[in-house]
């Protein structure tokens, strides 16, 4: 579906990108992160055929981008971080606007802006965009990216600023899009919503890739299993393990089997009883805090 081959940019004397590879499958949600100035933007706007890079190639769909780019980006919708709208239009105009730039004709326009209109729960109720909430603004920015049926999105934080409620809806949005058959290109800072929804996530680091896996992969690469017990110990008394207290429970944690079943057997032995044990897989903020050191 999408194959870059050694992207490289650079903005006079500053490397932007450098000697990034890498493939994207059909119907795969594809998280690209990293910290503020790893390239991660300059990556999207290449994909999406904004700009061009200094050097490599890029294959979507086996259409060379950079050759013609006019030939892809009919069949990619983009989502930039900011949602640029024009605030004096009201929504369906806005969205057939688009439409009409697509060259779709009107009857295909009037169907697609009734059908996103309902599946992102889109009421704008005669209301100008600019008197739109933020929540609602970004919906809108989300449907001028599909009124064209795009194969292919790429989108850059589509949940920035948004409360927890509107940002839940575009995630599970996201998955519904994927059940669909649509590629997804994603970036974010919300890390935790990048490790719930991407298939594979890509780490930028000063312009390079630093790693480029499923989860598990990344988890087996920067960190190991932890677990978690969770006990109750007598009154009065405080253990003698290395433990935290939360209310009436004290919590110990082990790095291996052999910790685990160490500690059970203590907690057992001094009198106290387990109530519960947690597996711990280390998250993506710490996977990326550890690479950023």
């Not at 999408?2 to 940019?9: F, V």
């Not at 000697?19 to 706007?45: P, Q, W, Y």
């Not at 169907?111 to 209301?127: F, H, N, Y």
Request: glycine letters at 10%; a negative charge; aromatic letters at 6%.
């Amino acid at each position: 579906m999408i194959e870059a081959s050694s992207l490289s940019k650079m903005y006079g004397d500053v490397t932007a990108l450098s000697d990034v590879s890498f493939t994207c499958r059909e119907g795969e949600i594809f998280g690209i992160i990293g910290h503020n100035g790893a390239g991660k933007t300059t990556l999207l706007k290449i994909l999406s055929g904004l700009i061009l890079p200094t050097s490599g190639s890029l294959v979507i769909k086996g259409q060379d981008l950079i050759k013609d780019p006019m030939k892809v980006r009919s069949d990619i919708g983009y989502l930039p971080e900011e949602s640029r709208l024009y605030e004096t239009m009201l929504v369906p105009d806005y969205i057939r606007f688009f439409g009409e730039i697509y060259g779709l004709d009107l009857a295909t326009i009037r169907a697609r802006a009734d059908l996103l209109l309902a599946q992102l729960s889109l009421q704008p109720e005669g209301k100008q965009i600019g008197n739109l909430s933020k929540g609602m603004k970004r919906k809108v920015a989300i449907a001028r990216s599909l009124v064209h049926d795009p194969s292919i999105l790429i989108y850059d934080e589509p949940g920035s600023g948004l409360d927890p409620m509107t940002t839940r809806f575009i995630i599970e949005y996201l998955k519904e899009l994927r059940v669909q058959g649509k590629t997804i290109i994603l970036s974010a800072h919300n890390l935790a919503q990048v490790e719930e929804i991407c298939d594979r996530v890509m780490i930028l680091k000063h312009g390079k890739i630093v790693v480029l896996g499923t989860m598990p992969e990344l988890r087996e690469q920067f960190g190991s299993i932890r677990y978690e017990i969770w006990f109750i110990w007598p009154e009065d008394q405080v253990p003698d393990i290395k433990a935290e207290q939360s209310g009436k429970l004290w919590m110990s944690v082990a790095h291996s089997i052999e910790e685990l079943n160490g500690i059970t057997s203590m907690v057992s032995n001094g009198g106290g009883t387990v109530e519960r044990i947690e597996s711990k897989f280390p998250s993506l903020e710490e996977i990326l805090v550890k690479i950023g050191k």
